[in-house]
């Protein structure tokens, strides 16, 4: 099994930062591949960005040139990031982080989740 804790949410005023950090342990020789979702209320679960074994990066449309998402594989526990910038009211969700295995460069939801991490950014 593969545990994934998020820490790094809160609320922030609009235009402000905030990094996310979801720190994985466990059996983390059964992922490769890292990830976020966010949800908001009264919507649908949505991909906010990845990162694969190929250290290829993924973003929503609606969060590219704001957040970055970046991994450290020699840190114990293995860790990603989610730096976000220049954070909007639609921004706010609970933010959740993903772990699988992937090959290369392609990305797919793994079965591995966090509890979430509320970001709420206030207008």
Do not use: H
Not at 2 to 17: D, F, H, I, R
Not at 106 to 115: A, D, L, M, N, R
């Amino acid at each position: 099994q593969v545990q994934l804790v998020e820490s790094g949410g809160g609320l922030v005023q609009a235009g402000g930062s905030l990094r996310l950090s979801c720190a994985a342990s466990g059996s983390i020789f059964r992922i490769n591949a890292m990830g976020w979702y966010r949800q908001a209320p009264g919507k649908q679960r949505e991909l906010v960005a990845a990162i694969t074994s190929g250290r290829t990066t993924n973003y929503a449309d609606s969060v590219k040139g704001r957040f970055t998402i970046s991994r450290d594989n020699a840190k114990n526990p293995m860790t990603v990031y989610l730096q976000m910038n220049s954070l909007k009211p639609d921004d706010t969700a609970v933010y959740y982080c993903n772990a699988g295995a992937s090959s290369g460069s392609t990305w797919s939801e793994g079965p591995f989740w966090g509890q979430g991490t509320q970001v709420t950014v206030s207008s």
